[in-house]
């Protein structure tokens, strides 16, 4: 029988560890598999280290749990988890149950019947979300499979099935910003979708704020898009057009006297902040990407791990 690793992301989630990590072993103990459970605390200040070696203690063949220095994102705790697995498949899964665990003996299923690599799960609907959430996720992934140089499936978080084969395939990639969801599409095979409906989170707020919401979509999207170099050329180009138009306008306008160029201040200071403008724009996103450069070419690790609790070596 295969093996099977459910990867969870954990910040701050004291309040709904106690109550997921029982749906999700009722969940395992069901299934025919040998499974485990690999916790990534993300630097959480509240209780979940404790609760977590806890949990530990209590069930060492099957919960193993890495504790990370710090802080250091969603992304990098579900790499780790991605990283120190040694399964035939992974479920990545959030701590909240948002996604609930009790899918996943579908979504196996239809992994075997179609000998997928990847099981991505699509959103039907999202309970619990605010219209702000709602709203800007599906402006976002819609902005984003339009500027992207490969299509990503809409609609679509994390919560995931994928096989050792992309696992590999994943462990192999050099960058360490990584857009997770974005990757597994790139890295092909063959993917399919299981739709499901996306639950309310069961205690606690979300660990995403608007400032987290919008690194992660400006990685995404600058990650996997040179678009926004193309659109701030575009724009120099037009601006372009446009002073020469307005060049040959005034002069024959001056020679036949049809303008009176000399009464322009208005023109004259709007063409100056509208063009700066253009251009500061241009140099802040040439600057985004150098940005990448910089952190990539630091080449720092994504995440430093403190602790690991149930890990054979
Ligand atoms: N999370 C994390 N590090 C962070 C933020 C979130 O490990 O810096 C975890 C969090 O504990 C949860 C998952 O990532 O298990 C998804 O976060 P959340 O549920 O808050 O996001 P939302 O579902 O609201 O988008
Ligand atoms: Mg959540």
């Not at 979504?107 to 702000?132: D, M, T, W």
């Not at 979708?193 to 690194?215: C, H, L, N, Q, V």
């Amino acid at each position: 029988m295969k093996t099977l690793t459910l990867i969870i992301p954990c910040y701050n989630e004291e309040l709904v560890l106690v109550e997921s990590y029982q749906r999700t072993k009722a969940v395992l103990d069901s299934l025919p598999h040998k499974t485990e459970i690999i916790y990534i605390n993300d630097g959480s200040q509240d209780n979940t280290r404790d609760l977590l070696n806890e949990i530990a203690a209590t069930n060492p063949q099957q919960v193993r749990v890495i504790h990370f220095s710090r802080n250091f994102g969603h992304q990098p705790a579900v790499t780790a988890g991605i990283n120190y697995c040694q399964s035939d498949l992974a479920v990545i899964l959030d701590a909240d149950m948002q996604d609930p665990p009790e899918l996943i003996p579908e979504i196996l299923a239809l992994q075997e019947k179609e000998e997928a690599n990847v099981v991505y799960c699509v959103r039907k609907s999202r309970e619990g979300e605010s219209r702000f959430k709602l709203f800007t996720a599906k402006l976002f992934y819609r902005t984003m499979n339009s500027m992207s140089e490969i299509d990503f499936p809409l609609d679509t978080g994390d919560f995931r099935l994928i096989d050792r084969k992309v696992m590999d395939e994943f462990n192999h990639l050099r960058e360490r910003g990584k857009y997770i969801r974005g990757l597994i599409s790139w890295v092909g095979f063959k993917q399919i979708p299981f739709y499901y409906e996306r639950k309310a989170r069961i205690a606690g707020d979300t660990k995403y704020p608007i400032s987290k919401m919008f690194r992660f979509a400006s990685y995404a999207l600058l990650y996997f898009s040179k678009k926004p170099l193309k659109l701030v050329m575009g724009l120099g180009f037009v601006a372009v057009l446009v002073g020469i138009i307005l060049a040959i306008w005034f002069t024959l306008g001056k020679i036949y006297g049809f303008s009176h160029a000399e009464t322009g201040w208005t023109s004259i200071i709007f063409t100056i902040i509208f063009f700066g403008g253009v251009q500061l724009i241009t140099v802040g996103v040439v600057g985004q990407y150098i940005g990448i450069l910089f952190d990539e070419i630091k080449a720092r690790p994504e995440y430093i791990v403190d602790e690991k609790k149930n890990f054979p070596h």
